[in-house]
């Protein structure tokens, strides 16, 4: 059993931190000079914030689909959504940062958050801790979503 959990929270983490090291690929290589130069709302985050929130928040979503996994009533579907969540997690960073279309990127975050969603209400249906371990990233998502926004209307 513990062998089972080991070997499904490494699992995990790769699937999750696989999105997380794409994404930060497409940040560090093409961000600049690009994101230098855009207009950005007052209240942009320093860049140095961006590191350790993604890295704890994807640390957060590992635990919760690792804890959803190892639940009584856990089903295939949510996990399937969970992996189809970090594709469109990926594709943002991809779509910002590599292509610069500031827009799509906004729908790719739209769909992202309803991705979100919709995996919060099936956590919280089997494991709540699932479901309070993923408040946060959507809380980050909305404010990314926000910042965003902003940088369409500025630039």
């Known amino acids: 059993m513990l062998k089972n959990k080991i070997l499904s929270f490494i699992l995990f983490t790769l699937a999750t931190y696989s999105a997380s090291a794409i994404g930060g690929f497409a940040t560090i290589t093409f961000k600049e000079p690009w994101y230098s130069l ?66 799509l990127a906004l729908i790719v975050l739209v769909i992202l958050i309803l991705l979100i969603i919709v995996l919060i209400i099936r956590f919280k249906r089997v494991n709540l801790f699932s479901y309070y371990l993923m408040i946060p990233y959507l809380l980050w998502c909305l404010f990314a979503l926000l910042l965003n926004l902003c940088l369409i209307i500025l630039n």
Do not use: C, G, Q
């Open 38 to 103: 855009l207009i950005k709302p007052s209240f942009n985050p320093p860049d140095w914030i961006f590191a350790p929130v993604w890295t704890t928040l994807y640390l957060m979503m590992t635990i919760a689909i690792w804890s959803f996994w190892h639940s009584k009533n856990r089903d295939m579907k949510t996990v399937y959504i969970y992996l189809v969540h970090l594709i469109f997690n990926t594709t943002w960073s991809v779509v910002f940062f590599v292509f610069h279309k500031i827009t």
